[in-house]
């Protein structure tokens, strides 16, 4: 089967790093995967790699984190150089996100002063908040949440929300792909209903990691069921809480996914030729 050939235009993604990194930290880690795509994308692929714009405390996080530490006067530990989308709040599920409506602003913010881009791609709670974003921008996504808002779901952030522009006044056009690195789904709560139901539209592959410690793989799944198409999308790779970045397997699931995706947004809309309007021998 022939593969599926590269666009003819450069292309630009957005890149959200996980929880405690930042977008250089996680441009860092993904050098190869970077290199990986511009081959595959002779016309030209820009990633952007924005930061998280909630500072996160030595408290705030339960593991160590890299040594850049900023201290006071006094040579205590003060700040660590660790940025959030949200902070995780309760002790289990169903989990609340503060702080969501901020990260969600910034990106709004990434998305007007950078954009267009043409697809997302996050890892952790990166992955968990490309498939919110994703969904934001899509038709009628406004109307779920205010289904929900009566119930105790959060409203429409008012930072995606535009006089003009796109579908709905949305201040971006739908992404035409998400993809997801050990991402979650929001489970358990009509808080977030709004970003799952009805499904995510937006085409998203989910990347799994079999011996991953830190996203349980029932919370990874329920991103999956979020999703509109999901057969075919899911990839397991035999390691654990991290993105393959270099591993050939997945690299080019990763590229084969965004080369069909690209392909057919990009001709979608144009009517082949028809018979009728060949020229033909007889």
Known sequence: MAQTPPPTRPI???MLHGFTQSGPL???KTRA???NLAKAFPAGISLHYPTA???LLPADVPFPVSSSTLTNDGGDAEETDAWAWWRRKGEGEPYRYEGIEQGLAHLADVLQKEGPFDGVIGFSQGGACAAMLASLLEPDRRAAFEAFYPKGGMSYPESFEADTGYVEGTI???LKFAVSYSGFAARGTDLYKGFYEPKIKT???HFLGTLDAVVE??????LVAACEESKGRVVYHPGGHFLPSSQKAYVAALIGFMKEILHKADNEGKKEESVEDMDVPF
């Open 203 to 205: 085409p998203m592959l």
């Open 53 to 55: 714009p909630i500072r």
């Open 26 to 28: 996680f441009h860092a």
């Open 33 to 35: 995967l970077e290199k």
């Open 217 to 222: 793989e029932a919370r990874s799944l329920a």
């Open 172 to 174: 971006h056009p739908p």
């Open 12 to 14: 630009k993604v957005l």
